[in-house]
């Protein structure tokens, strides 16, 4: 079976499930044929075709999801997240999510652009780069907003921040890039595990 | 419409796991006709998955699946995006509780069942937990003692291979260990702290992971995620050894995907005849016959077939004339430790390092045979946890100071209570008058919560962990008193405890009901106290026990 047809089975079949169970009342049976994965099954690629074009997202939200997935992951010494196309497995992740899920994700993006508007008069991707280093700056970081008098209040920016960064982070550790940066070499077996190889008595 | 078969077994086993591959080993070895009947369906090997990276996966490993499908199942780290169809779709597989009772159940219905992603730690209880009523006055002693298992400990280890380490600590028996696996530089350093400047025992865990070639598996090649599966079944599991023995001994047919519905009974004779199932598939019902009956199904699964068998003459669930079955339901306390940094070492985590599928143990130190008792609970907790590298994915920031703090990573410690949960009368399960799986078969209804005891004696263990972390010296020392739900350590037993008086116990000392002479419940629901060891270990050596004493009866045909 192709991977498209695998990928339109579970989820169509899942869909088709949740329906019949609302329906009837009673829960549908699951397909009682195991997932297999056959040598050679890979995901990824079907995110690198040539002709990719969001799904869930619009053409702004991908280009906003984009260069902030470039800026808290830039390329380096090792990949960014453009080059593991952090966005489009995000997006394809969002389109499988519950409700509340991707509506927390688009109202995090939307506060990007919110804020930016009302800082800058222009959305995020519509300002200059150095300005949206600096409104992450602003963001990034724990933030508690204290005044004289008034019970303390948490900043929204930093929890908007934080939900965009996991979800980046997330997809770009787990990409192959990042499983590489992370010293992944594609081979699981090790003949043993040698532990702590300091003489007896060293740790003191 | 109902098939019936000809053949009359010697013994059906109502599941394949731990206990279930035991009995289905030893009877079938032994000459007798076994069929094992097994919920769920086979998993070939094609369906292991613990070499393929996640990236490959559709939605690597984090998929929304298991939130739709497995909402209860996916709470278990072992439930993830490869293996997730293992473990039961909830929603075809309900169970109730009341609404301030809260109780996770977590199962597998496959060939193997939880032994296909158990977390492997293997300990012996003592006496000091068969005979916790005698040393502190809370509940009931076990109608066995250390001695009368201990051999068949010895039997299990050496099949199994249990890694490990023996240290004379009478709290936490000795056995039958393979080399154990090796402690990472932290866990060395925790080991001879805590025993200089608190006198406990830190150990390795003791693992049912293969560190030397052994009963034809090869070693453990540390590639990490056992619950995914094994090609070279270097960890313990059914399939791979008892199951295989049993098909192999010529004398033991295996029926999967068979959701046994419940035992039917001669009446007149008061001896259980034979078990109905329904195909999972065909949803066709099916009555096979056997001389015995030996449920294996897990503690509670078990429990709800005798419920589901009531008759007249046992009309509030098979074998329950002392009304004690479903009762006493228990589950290890978890979710009490602490976690911190040790920052004497500077190693870094990488991804191409061995990844030992193993922690480190603290030997159960709170109110031993002979030593003080602390005025807030009785009996104990034991930890699991362990120190390593690893990567700082919650660093602060963004850019490339956050991919080089990512990297840089966190030399990590942590240690997580298990304490015994203590039997109580008021914890227990029934059947639901209303529910049903989507087979027809009426569901359970789970009434659990942990006591003050557990609670008193989770916050002492926070505490105490973070003395030992401290003690190790470790920094930015966090402590975690809260409990987790009950069910969350996947350690259920109980419901139908052994005991000597048929009115106060449902099982004998061999796992048979007191009532019926041919009906055996040989996995967790037998417990009569729970201990704080991880259960396995004693369900595989009780069900050896228990087969070997009916193996004798059936020689003197008195079965």
Redesign the interface.
């Known amino acids: 079976m192709k991977r498209r047809e695998l990928?339109r089975r579970?989820v169509l079949g899942?869909l088709a499930?949740?329906f019949t169970?609302v329906a009837s009342g009673?829960?549908?049976?699951?397909n009682?044929e195991?997932?297999?994965?056959p040598s050679g099954?890979?995901?990824?690629k079907e995110l690198a075709r040539s002709d990719w074009k969001p799904t869930f997202l619009d053409e702004h939200q991908n280009r906003t999801l984009t260069d902030l997935g470039d800026?808290?992951?830039?390329k380096?010494d090792?990949p960014g997240a453009g080059a593991a196309q952090v966005n489009r497995?995000i997006d394809?992740?969002l389109n499988?999510?519950?409700r509340e899920?991707q509506s927390q994700f688009l109202d995090s993006l939307a506060y990007l652009d919110g804020a930016c508007r009302e800082r800058y008069g222009s959305a995020f991707i519509h300002i200059p780069k150095k300005h949206q280093?600096e409104f992450?700056n602003l963001i990034?970081?724990?933030h508690r907003l204290v005044n004289w008098g008034d019970n303390r209040s948490e900043f929204p920016g930093h929890t908007h921040f934080n939900n965009l960064?996991d979800w980046i982070?997330?997809?770009y550790?787990?990409?192959?890039a990042g499983?590489k940066?992370?010293?992944?070499?594609?081979?699981?077996?090790?003949?043993?595990?040698?532990?702590?190889e300091?003489p007896e008595g060293a740790?003191? | 419409m109902r098939s019936q078969s000809k053949t009359v077994y010697d013994a059906i086993v109502v599941g394949s796991g731990a206990s279930g591959g035991w009995a289905a080993k030893k009877l079938s070895e032994a000459g007798l006709k076994v069929l094992i009947l097994e919920a769920g369906r086979k998993v070939p090997p094609s369906e292991f998955t613990e070499h393929m990276p996640g990236y490959q996966l559709s939605y690597r490993n984090f998929s929304p699946e298991l939130a739709r499908t497995r909402p209860i199942q996916k709470a278990c780290y072992a439930c993830t995006e490869y293996n997730y169809d293992w473990f039961v779709n909830d929603l075809e597989n309900p169970y109730t509780t009341p609404e301030d009772k809260p109780f996770t159940w977590q199962r597998l219905r496959v060939v193997g069942g939880r032994s296909m992603v158990w977390g492997r730690q293997s300990y012996r209880l003592s006496d000091l937990d068969f005979k916790a009523a005698s040393h502190d006055g809370y509940g009931d002693d076990w109608p066995l003692s250390y001695a009368d298992i201990a051999p068949y400990y010895d039997e299990v280890e050496r099949y199994v291979g249990i890694s490990g380490r023996n240290e004379g600590n009478p709290a936490l028996p000795d056995g039958q260990f393979l080399p154990p696996m090796a402690m990472t530089c932290g866990e060395k350093l925790l080991r001879k702290r805590v025993s200089e400047k608190l006198g406990r025992t830190v150990t390795i865990g003791r693992t049912a992971i293969l560190t030397q070639a052994h009963n034809g598996r090869a070693p453990c090649h540390y590639c990490g995620p056992c619950e995914r599966g094994c090609i070279t079944a270097s960890y313990f599991n059914s399939p791979a050894t008892t199951l295989k023995d049993a098909l192999a001994s010529g004398n033991c047919d295996l029926t999967a995907n068979a959701i046994v519905s419940q035992i039917e009974m001669d009446n007149a004779e008061n001896q259980a005849r034979g078990v109905t199932y329904i195909d999972r598939n065909s949803r066709k019902t099916y009555e096979v016959k056997a001389r015995s009956i030996i449920l294996c199904a897990q503690a509670l699964e078990s429990t709800r077939i005798l419920f589901n068998s009531a008759t007249g003459e046992y009309p509030d669930g098979l074998a329950n004339s002392s009304g004690v079955l479903g009762r006493y339901l228990m589950d290890h306390a978890v979710g009490a430790g602490a976690s911190g940094e040790m920052t004497d070492f500077d190693y870094k985590a990488s991804a191409s390092d061995p990844r030992r599928p193993n922690g480190i143990y603290i030997i159960r130190f709170r109110n031993l045979a002979g030593g003080s008792r602390h005025p807030r609970f009785i009996r104990g907790y034991g930890f699991q946890g362990g120190s390593a590298p690893k990567f700082n994915f919650g660093a602060e920031g963004f850019g490339r100071s956050y991919k080089e703090a990512v990297k840089s990573g966190l030399y990590g410690i942590r240690l997580g209570g298990f304490g015994e949960s203590l039997a109580r009368w008021d914890n227990y399960c029934e059947i639901d008058p209303v529910k049903k799986d989507a087979w027809g078969i009426p569901a359970l209804r789970v009434h659990m919560t942990h006591g003050p005891n557990e609670h008193a004696m989770m916050e002492d263990a926070a505490a105490a962990a973070a003395e030992m972390l401290e003690a190790t010296g470790a920094r930015n020392i966090v402590m975690n008193s809260q409990l987790a739900m009950p069910g969350m350590a996947i350690h259920e037993v109980g419901t139908a405890r052994m005991g000597k008086d048929p009115k106060k116990s449902v099982l004998d000392s061999y796992n048979q009901t007191h009532d019926i002479g041919n009906l055996f419940v040989m996995d967790g629901a037998g417990f009569v106290s729970s201990g704080c060891q991880n259960p396995t270990l004693t369900m595989m050596a009780l069900a050896a026990k228990s087969c070997d004493h009916l193996i004798e009866r059936f020689r003197r045909s008195e079965v």
């Open positions: 990928f579970s899942s499930a949740a169970s009673r829960p549908a049976l699951s009682p195991a997932r297999e994965f099954h890979d995901a990824s800026l808290i992951i830039p380096t090792t497995f394809h992740l499988a999510e519950s899920i280093v992450l990034a970081y724990p960064k982070s997330r997809a550790y787990n990409s192959e499983m940066e992370l010293g992944w070499s594609g081979t699981s077996f090790h003949g043993s595990f040698s532990g702590c300091h740790h003191r």
